[in-house]
C-alpha cells in the first residue's frame, strides 16, 4: 500500500471566542479574574479526515469562516491541532499569508535570503537561484530598496517567487491564484502548471469554482469545520453552488 503524502485523521482544532462586553475599568477587571470566568470556544475544525497521494492536486472549498485557511495552516506547520493528527512526507511550500515573514526595513535582496533559509535552503542555494527569483518578481530595480517602500502587488510578486523557488514537495495556495493582474495571474498559473507536471503535490483554497474544475484533481468541501463533501471536482463544485450555503 502506498503511503499518502498528507494524512489528517480526526483532525480539530478549536478557538476562543471574542469576548463581549469587556470590562472598561480595573474594578470591572479585578472582578472578572476574581471569579475566573469561562472562556467561550468553538471548533473552527472538527473531526476532518482525508488522505492526499503524492502528485494529487486537491481543492478545498467552501464559504468564508468554514476552517480552509486553518486546515492549510494546519498542515504547514503553522499551529497544533487540539484533536486528532497530521501526517506530512516532503517539504512544504506554503502560499498563505504572502509575505507574512518579510521584515519592512530590510531590502527585497535581504528578504529572499531570510526567507529561503527560513524555507530550508541553504545561502549557496538561495544563491543559484537569485537570479530566477528576481527575473519572476520583477523587482531587479527597486531590489536594494526597503520592503516599506513596495507596494502590496510588489510584496506578493517577490513572496510567490521566494516560494515556488525551493522546490517543495508539497505545494500549499490560498488564494494566490485569483489576486494581482492578468500578467501576475498567468505567470503563477504556468508555474503551477510546471509543477503539477514534476509530480508535486497541491492544496488548493479558492473561491473560484472553474479554477478548481480547471485544475484540480478532487475537492474538499468544508462546512462549518466539517467535511460536506470530498470527492471529482465537478460532483462536489455543482453540489456546492446548488447550496443553500454559497
Given amino acids: 500500500m502506498i ?16 469576548l463581549v462586553n469587556l470590562p472598561s475599568t480595573i474594578r470591572q477587571m479585578f472582578i472578572r479574574r476574581l471569579f475566573k470566568r469561562k472562556y467561550d470556544y468553538y471548533w473552527c475544525l472538527d473531526d476532518v479526515t482525508f488522505e492526499v ?16 485557511s486553518t486546515l ?33 526595513d530590510l531590502t527585497g535582496r535581504d528578504n529572499i535570503y531570510i526567507s529561503g533559509v527560513v524555507a530550508g535552503l541553504t545561502r549557496r542555494q538561495i544563491t543559484e537561484r537569485f537570479d530566477e527569483i528576481v527575473a519572476f518578481a520583477d523587482l ?10 513596495y507596494s502590496s502587488g ?7 517567487a521566494v516560494a515556488t523557488n525551493i522546490d517543495p514537495d508539497i505545494l500549499l495556495i490560498d488564494e494566490i491564484l485569483s489576486v494581482g493582474d492578468h500578467i501576475f495571474q498567468s505567470k503563477c ?4 502548471d510546471r509543477f503539477k507536471q514534476k509530480g508535486c503535490t497541491m492544496l488548493l483554497v479558492s ?3 472553474e479554477q478548481v474544475k480547471n485544475l484540480c484533481d478532487s475537492v474538499i468541501w468544508l462546512n462549518n469545520g466539517k467535511i460536506k463533501g470530498y470527492g471529482s ?12 450555503m454559497i
Fill in 3 to 18: 503511503k499518502p503524502v498528507i494524512s489528517v485523521q480526526g483532525l480539530g482544532k478549536k478557538f476562543r471566542r471574542n
Fill in 53 to 68: 497521494a503524492r502528485g494529487q492536486m486537491v481543492g478545498i472549498i467552501g464559504q468564508n469562516g468554514s476552517g480552509k
Fill in 72 to 104: 492549510l495552516r494546519l498542515i504547514g506547520g503553522v499551529g497544533r491541532p487540539d484533536k486528532g493528527s497530521l501526517e506530512v512526507d516532503g517539504r512544504i511550500g506554503a502560499l498563505l499569508d504572502l509575505g507574512a515573514g518579510f521584515h519592512n
Fill in 140 to 149: 531587479d530595480s527597486v531590489l536594494d530598496n526597503p520592503l516599506r517602500t
Fill in 154 to 160: 510588489m510584496r506578493m510578486r517577490l513572496a510567490f
Fill in 189 to 192: 498559473k504556468q508555474r503551477i
Fill in 207 to 209: 473561491h473560484d469554482m
Fill in 233 to 244: 471536482p465537478d460532483e462536489i463544485t455543482t453540489a456546492y453552488q446548488k447550496s443553500d
